[in-house]
Protein backbone atom coordinates (compact mmCIF):
# COMPACT_ATOMS: atom_id res chain seq x y z
CA UNK A 1 0.00 0.00 0.00
CA UNK A 2 1.08 3.28 -0.16
CA UNK A 3 4.19 4.05 -2.10
CA UNK A 4 5.03 7.15 0.25
CA UNK A 5 7.30 7.25 3.07
CA UNK A 6 7.21 8.94 6.41
CA UNK A 7 9.47 12.09 6.04
CA UNK A 8 9.62 13.10 9.78
CA UNK A 9 7.77 12.97 13.88
CA UNK A 10 5.75 16.04 13.99
CA UNK A 11 4.17 14.86 17.37
CA UNK A 12 5.69 11.87 19.24
CA UNK A 13 3.74 9.33 21.38
CA UNK A 14 4.62 10.45 24.50
CA UNK A 15 3.73 14.26 23.76
CA UNK A 16 0.13 12.99 22.16
CA UNK A 17 -0.58 11.25 25.15
CA UNK A 18 0.18 14.32 27.68
CA UNK A 19 -2.14 16.68 25.56
CA UNK A 20 -4.65 13.89 25.27
CA UNK A 21 -5.17 13.88 28.89
CA UNK A 22 -4.87 17.80 29.08
CA UNK A 23 -7.38 17.95 26.66
CA UNK A 24 -9.92 15.20 29.15
CA UNK A 25 -9.37 17.53 31.94
CA UNK A 26 -10.41 20.25 30.25
CA UNK A 27 -13.77 18.80 28.56
CA UNK A 28 -14.10 17.01 32.22
CA UNK A 29 -14.77 20.35 34.11
CA UNK A 30 -16.68 22.01 30.50
CA UNK A 31 -19.63 19.44 30.69
CA UNK A 32 -20.23 19.86 34.98
CA UNK A 33 -23.78 18.39 34.40
CA UNK A 34 -26.51 16.97 31.40
CA UNK A 35 -26.29 14.13 29.07
CA UNK A 36 -22.76 14.04 27.30
CA UNK A 37 -22.42 12.71 23.84
CA UNK A 38 -19.02 12.28 22.05
CA UNK A 39 -19.27 11.72 18.51
CA UNK A 40 -16.03 10.36 16.76
CA UNK A 41 -15.70 11.24 13.03
CA UNK A 42 -14.84 7.81 11.35
CA UNK A 43 -12.78 7.09 9.82
CA UNK A 44 -9.55 9.37 11.30
CA UNK A 45 -10.53 9.62 14.98
CA UNK A 46 -10.73 6.31 15.66
CA UNK A 47 -7.76 6.05 17.55
CA UNK A 48 -8.08 9.34 19.21
CA UNK A 49 -11.47 9.13 20.43
CA UNK A 50 -10.34 6.06 22.17
CA UNK A 51 -7.76 7.53 24.12
CA UNK A 52 -9.78 10.47 24.79
CA UNK A 53 -12.81 9.30 26.24
CA UNK A 54 -10.46 7.29 28.45
CA UNK A 55 -9.63 10.74 29.84
CA UNK A 56 -12.84 12.11 30.44
CA UNK A 57 -14.07 11.74 33.40
CA UNK A 58 -17.57 11.72 34.04
CA UNK A 59 -20.27 9.98 32.59
CA UNK A 60 -20.69 9.89 28.39
CA UNK A 61 -21.84 8.01 25.91
CA UNK A 62 -20.02 7.15 22.47
CA UNK A 63 -21.44 7.18 18.76
CA UNK A 64 -19.60 7.45 15.18
CA UNK A 65 -20.64 9.88 12.78
CA UNK A 66 -19.53 8.53 9.21
CA UNK A 67 -20.06 11.67 6.37
CA UNK A 68 -19.55 11.26 2.58
CA UNK A 69 -16.68 12.31 0.90
CA UNK A 70 -17.56 14.93 -1.51
CA UNK A 71 -15.60 15.94 -4.50
CA UNK A 72 -14.57 19.69 -6.00
CA UNK A 73 -17.42 21.79 -7.04
CA UNK A 74 -19.40 20.84 -4.35
CA UNK A 75 -18.41 22.96 -1.97
CA UNK A 76 -20.93 25.71 -2.18
CA UNK A 77 -23.72 23.18 -1.47
CA UNK A 78 -23.55 23.32 2.51
CA UNK A 79 -24.53 19.59 2.73
CA UNK A 80 -23.01 16.97 3.96
CA UNK A 81 -24.72 13.15 3.62
CA UNK A 82 -24.62 10.71 6.87
CA UNK A 83 -23.38 8.03 5.39
CA UNK A 84 -23.83 6.31 9.06
CA UNK A 85 -26.26 8.28 11.17
CA UNK A 86 -25.94 7.66 15.73
CA UNK A 87 -28.99 6.10 16.48
CA UNK A 88 -29.23 8.35 19.52
CA UNK A 89 -31.58 11.25 19.67
CA UNK A 90 -29.27 14.11 19.94
CA UNK A 91 -32.13 16.68 21.39
CA UNK A 92 -31.35 18.23 24.98
CA UNK A 93 -27.69 16.66 24.69
CA UNK A 94 -24.31 18.28 24.85
CA UNK A 95 -22.64 17.11 21.26
CA UNK A 96 -18.89 16.82 21.03
CA UNK A 97 -18.01 16.09 17.91
CA UNK A 98 -14.03 14.42 17.65
CA UNK A 99 -12.37 15.09 14.38
CA UNK A 100 -9.09 14.53 13.65
CA UNK A 101 -7.64 17.10 11.69
CA UNK A 102 -9.02 20.69 10.31
CA UNK A 103 -7.48 21.34 7.23
CA UNK A 104 -10.29 23.82 5.05
CA UNK A 105 -12.81 22.93 7.72
CA UNK A 106 -15.61 22.47 5.62
CA UNK A 107 -15.90 19.15 6.86
CA UNK A 108 -16.77 20.87 10.10
CA UNK A 109 -18.72 23.54 9.27
CA UNK A 110 -21.50 21.31 6.72
CA UNK A 111 -21.54 19.06 9.81
CA UNK A 112 -22.43 21.69 12.56
CA UNK A 113 -24.92 22.75 10.48
CA UNK A 114 -26.77 19.42 10.28
CA UNK A 115 -26.39 18.52 13.47
CA UNK A 116 -27.93 21.91 14.93
CA UNK A 117 -30.59 21.25 12.81
CA UNK A 118 -31.22 18.92 15.35
CA UNK A 119 -31.39 20.56 18.23
CA UNK A 120 -28.83 19.45 20.69
CA UNK A 121 -28.14 21.29 24.13
CA UNK A 122 -24.88 22.57 22.74
CA UNK A 123 -22.74 21.51 20.21
CA UNK A 124 -18.75 21.72 20.34
CA UNK A 125 -16.00 20.23 17.95
CA UNK A 126 -12.47 18.57 19.57
CA UNK A 127 -10.06 18.54 17.21
CA UNK A 128 -6.65 16.46 17.92
CA UNK A 129 -5.26 18.86 14.87
CA UNK A 130 -5.57 22.31 13.15
CA UNK A 131 -4.40 23.93 10.44
CA UNK A 132 -5.77 27.14 11.01
CA UNK A 133 -6.13 27.51 7.02
CA UNK A 134 -9.60 27.79 6.11
CA UNK A 135 -11.83 30.42 6.23
CA UNK A 136 -14.23 31.34 9.48
CA UNK A 137 -16.02 28.06 10.58
CA UNK A 138 -19.69 27.51 12.03
CA UNK A 139 -18.30 26.05 15.05
CA UNK A 140 -14.45 26.95 15.46
CA UNK A 141 -13.15 24.21 17.56
CA UNK A 142 -13.23 25.02 21.44
CA UNK A 143 -11.00 21.75 22.09
CA UNK A 144 -7.87 21.49 20.06
CA UNK A 145 -4.73 19.01 20.56
CA UNK A 146 -2.37 20.75 18.42
CA UNK A 147 -1.79 23.38 15.84
CA UNK A 148 -0.62 21.46 12.90
CA UNK A 149 2.00 22.65 9.98
CA UNK A 150 0.78 23.05 6.66
CA UNK A 151 1.76 19.42 5.32
CA UNK A 152 0.10 16.32 4.86
CA UNK A 153 0.12 14.20 8.43
CA UNK A 154 -0.37 10.93 9.02
CA UNK A 155 -0.46 8.41 12.02
CA UNK A 156 -2.27 8.00 14.99
CA UNK A 157 -5.65 7.58 12.88
CA UNK A 158 -4.94 10.11 9.75
CA UNK A 159 -3.91 8.14 6.78
CA UNK A 160 -2.78 8.41 3.27
CA UNK A 161 -4.99 6.26 0.94
CA UNK A 162 -5.79 4.55 3.74
CA UNK A 163 -2.16 3.82 5.09
CA UNK A 164 -0.23 4.84 8.23
CA UNK A 165 -3.63 5.20 10.51
CA UNK A 166 -1.97 2.34 12.79
CA UNK A 167 1.41 4.53 13.84
CA UNK A 168 1.38 5.81 17.16
CA UNK A 169 2.46 9.37 16.20
CA UNK A 170 1.74 11.85 14.06
CA UNK A 171 4.57 12.33 11.21
CA UNK A 172 4.70 13.97 7.49
CA UNK A 173 5.10 12.35 4.59
CA UNK A 174 7.55 12.75 1.61
CA UNK A 175 6.12 14.22 -1.52
P1 LIG B 1 -11.47 19.72 5.79
O1 LIG B 1 -12.90 19.40 5.46
O2 LIG B 1 -10.75 20.39 4.66
O3 LIG B 1 -11.29 20.45 7.10
O4 LIG B 1 -10.72 18.33 5.87
C1 LIG B 1 -10.91 17.48 6.95
C2 LIG B 1 -10.66 16.04 6.59
O5 LIG B 1 -9.69 15.89 5.54
C3 LIG B 1 -10.11 15.33 7.79
O6 LIG B 1 -11.14 14.71 8.51
C4 LIG B 1 -9.16 14.32 7.20
O7 LIG B 1 -9.84 13.12 6.94
C5 LIG B 1 -8.72 14.92 5.89
N1 LIG B 1 -7.40 15.59 6.01
C6 LIG B 1 -7.15 16.91 5.94
N2 LIG B 1 -5.83 17.16 6.09
C7 LIG B 1 -5.24 15.96 6.29
C8 LIG B 1 -3.88 15.55 6.53
O8 LIG B 1 -2.90 16.33 6.62
N3 LIG B 1 -3.67 14.21 6.67
C9 LIG B 1 -4.68 13.29 6.60
N4 LIG B 1 -5.96 13.62 6.39
C10 LIG B 1 -6.24 14.95 6.22
MG1 LIG C 1 -9.16 10.94 5.84
Not at 22 to 28: F, K, Q, S
Not at 97 to 109: L, Q, R
Amino acid sequence: MGGRAISEIVFDAPGIARRVEELGREITVHYPEGDLLVLGLLKGSFIFLADLVRTIRRPHSVDFLVVSSYGEGTTSSGRVQLVYDPGTDLAGKHILVVEDIIDSGNTVNRLARVLLDRQPRSLEVCALLHKRLGAPLVVEPRFVGFDAPPDFLVGYGLDHAEAFRHLPFVASIKE
